[in-house]
């Protein structure tokens, strides 16, 4: 017998999504219009202010890809770069693998710069790979590294890329609305995000900008950009211009009210305020984690404060602590990823989540585990 799923709420402090606020869910919960609907392209045209606002940007091109960070990423790739481009990409975790993964399966070439996982990206490695190769198109980084809470210098990087005369695409998915982020200070040409983290939406909506270099970049294109739905160039006549609209796609309408409220929050709060609040929190949770002797996998110095990797102590059981956590309190940790897997656990957190009341009954529900 089939009935209507009811979960048991979960405080969600893994590596994303994160909580959503009520006002949020309560946007969710508005009438349904159509996507052409003139109410709608007005709401479409506040999300795109908006989201210039949390990117800290003017680019004309910035929208809510209907889909997840993940084809921000993709989609990002696909537009941008074009068979047998030469891409640096930098991998020091486990979504600089996966840029590097788009941009081979463009027929791109990818120049791999490496950094130990909980490392940022090494400055001085992405010159030299400049320098050895003179006609890069481009510079592709993780700004903010789910995998490692690990954060690398996104404004001297996309420096580099200038200098370089390469266009800059960076991953974003957990700094926004999180941590410092400047799009038109620090010249990033290609950025994209997501819904559920740092932002407390539903999952499912990817934030993405383009600079006016970038756009120029995707309509000389030599060749059709590989992927139909994600093809920016088709997407704009829908997000742009006045008035009526050209069809593209039917947009996910409710997931954007909700994207919508969670941006009007931004706002509200102000974002240098936001970052703020999640590097305060950061630090309330490192006193408490300090007096569990639980120590950190990434170097203060590059440390994100919404996405923290801890080294799980020696002699205790990582599913069976994570477990408990969930059964008993009702509090939800992240494992590691990849080659640190079982090694560590990923602490969220972000948005809505990150406030007092979480870190504390984090610290003390970690404290009665461990014992």
Not at 21 to 39: E, F, K, M, N, Y
Not at 75 to 81: D, F, G, M, S
Request: a negative charge; hydrophobic letters at 40%.
């Amino acid at each position: 017998m089939f009935e209507s799923f009811n979960p048991t709420p979960r405080i969600l402090m893994g590596p994303g999504p994160s909580n959503v606020s009520p006002r949020v869910l309560g946007a969710l919960s508005r009438p349904t219009i159509g996507h052409l609907d003139p109410q709608f392209i007005g709401l479409m045209d506040e999300i795109k202010q908006l989201l210039q606002y949390a990117f800290s940007t003017e680019n004309a091109f910035t929208i809510a890809l209907s889909a997840p960070g993940s084809a921000g990423m993709e989609a990002c790739v696909v537009n941008l770069i074009e068979p047998n481009d030469k891409v640096i990409v930098c991998i020091n975790g486990v979504f600089g693998t996966r840029l590097k993964e788009n941009i081979e399966r463009v027929g791109a070439q990818a120049i791999v710069i490496e950094d130990k996982w909980g490392d940022p990206v090494t400055l001085d490695k992405v010159e030299d790979a400049f320098k050895a190769n003179p006609t890069v198109k481009a510079l592709a980084f993780v700004h903010a590294e789910t995998s490692t809470g690990a954060r690398s210098d996104a404004k001297i990087l996309c420096q580099l890329a200038k200098k370089y005369d390469a266009l800059s695409i960076v991953d974003a998915v957990t700094s926004l609305g999180g941590s410092e982020l400047k799009v038109d200070e620090w010249g990033i040409d290609a950025i994209y995000s997501g819904s559920q983290k740092c932002l407390s939406c539903v999952p499912g909506i990817s934030p993405i900008s383009f600079s006016d270099k970038a756009v120029e970049v995707l309509k000389s294109r030599k060749s059709k950009v590989q992927s139909w739905f994600l093809d920016q160039s088709l997407v704009m006549n829908y997000w742009s211009g006045e008035g009526k609209r050209s069809y593209h796609h039917t947009a996910p309408i409710n997931s954007l009210y909700a994207l919508h409220e969670s941006l009007l929050m931004l706002k509200q709060e102000g974002l240098e305020n936001a970052w703020q609040r999640h590097h305060n929190l950061h630090l309330a949770l490192k006193a408490g984690l300090e007096k569990l002797n639980i120590e950190f996998l990434v170097d203060e110095s590059h440390r994100l404060p919404q996405l923290n990797s801890v080294l799980i102590p020696n002699g205790i059981d990582d599913n069976y602590v994570r477990t408990a956590l969930l059964n008993k309190y009702n509090l939800e940790i992240g494992a590691g990823l990849g080659q640190l897997a079982g090694k560590t656990w990923r602490i969220g957190l972000m948005g809505t989540t990150a406030n007092e009341q979480n870190v504390a009954l984090l610290i003390a529900a970690l404290q009665d585990v461990l014992s």
